[in-house]
């Protein structure tokens, strides 16, 4: 596995994103960085970016949790952020962001986790869920799913795969732009690209599309029905709160309410104003909502 790491003078200057960097070893020749704030001791609140973001997603939301008096971790997955890089494609696969994930959460010794999951943060977020049970005390889902290819994916899921798969240049921090209601300041797209300084560094971020369970006989597939069966056993508290302008996942929030019992009786939420990537739009407000959240349901 030839592996790419992204030069630190790339992450100079980053608006709004003071954070000290650390490292964890996920695998005999990977690193994830993550953001790790608040006291060491204090409940964790597990923070999952998907594609094609990294923790900069989270800088409006982290300062919030950590002042009501959590600690926040906020990983970059493997292939994105200031992560090591794997760089072909065939090294990716949605069992070795699984695995990955359950290294760091091994490594770090993460328990009662309140999990925030978006986008991709949810594929991994909730089957680090149903696969670790007593690690996890809470869920907040945010434009998110859980698919198992018995669905039929909508037609811009499959138009997103097939410009994904065979675009040139992959626009990182464009792709963030088309998906938030409000207008990024040329400094914010630059850090999304960041991670990025040229095509070789994007495997991860070009195939995770095509990793998506998109057939009933997907890799994983299985895996994720066998989620769902213990999701819908699921009494912990579980919470949606899903942006009112994302049309990619619209809908996904109504099934989790209906499908986990958990969900019964949460003060669920439809963000105004909210893209699919609703940190970037309505960052403080969502870190209100998770504090919220956790002192609702101690």
């Known amino acids: ?17 003071p954070f000290v960097p650390h490292y ?22 597990l923070l999952l970016h998907g594609e094609p973001s990294w923790s900069f997603l989270y800088r409006k939301m ?11 971790v906020a990983p970059d997955l493997i292939g994105f952020g200031k992560s090591d890089k794997p760089a072909n494609t065939q090294d990716y696969s949605y069992k070795r962001h699984l695995d990955w994930m ?24 909730l089957r680090m869920v149903t696969e670790n049970p007593d690690k996890f005390k809470r869920v907040v889902a945010s434009n998110t799913f859980l698919p ?19 675009v040139p240049e992959f626009p990182v921090g464009n792709i963030i732009q088309k998906a938030t209601t409000t207008e990024l300041s040329s400094d914010i797209v630059a850090a999304y690209n960041a991670p990025f300084p040229d095509e070789s560094y994007k495997a991860g971020a070009r195939i995770f599309p095509a990793l998506v369970p998109d057939s009933p006989t997907s890799p994983e ?7 769902w069966k213990v999701l819908s056993q699921w009494t912990k508290p579980f919470l949606t709160c899903f942006g009112d302008a994302d049309p990619i996942t619209k809908g996904a929030d109504k099934f989790f309410q209906q499908m986990i019992p958990g969900a019964k009786g949460q003060t669920h939420t439809t963000v105004a104003g909210g893209g699919h990537f609703i940190q970037e739009d309505r960052g403080e407000e969502l870190g209100k909502i998770v504090v919220d959240f956790i002192k609702a349901n101690k």
């Open 221 to 227: 597939s299985e895996a994720n029905r066998n989620a």
């Open 24 to 45: 964890a070893p996920v695998a005999s020749n990977l690193q994830m960085h993550y953001v790790d704030e608040g006291g060491p001791n204090a409940e964790v609140v």
């Open 102 to 125: 359950q290294a760091f959460i091994d490594h770090l010794g993460l328990n009662n986790i309140t999990l925030f999951c978006q986008d991709w943060g949810g594929l991994l977020g």
């Open 62 to 72: 982290i300062p919030v949790i950590t002042k009501a008096g959590y600690r926040a």
């Open 1 to 17: 596995m030839h592996v790419l790491q992204t030069p630190d003078h790339q992450f100079e200057h980053l608006p709004d994103y």
């Open 148 to 166: 198992t290819g018995d669905i039929k994916m909508p037609e811009s899921f499959v138009q997103w795969k097939q410009f994904s798969q065979t």
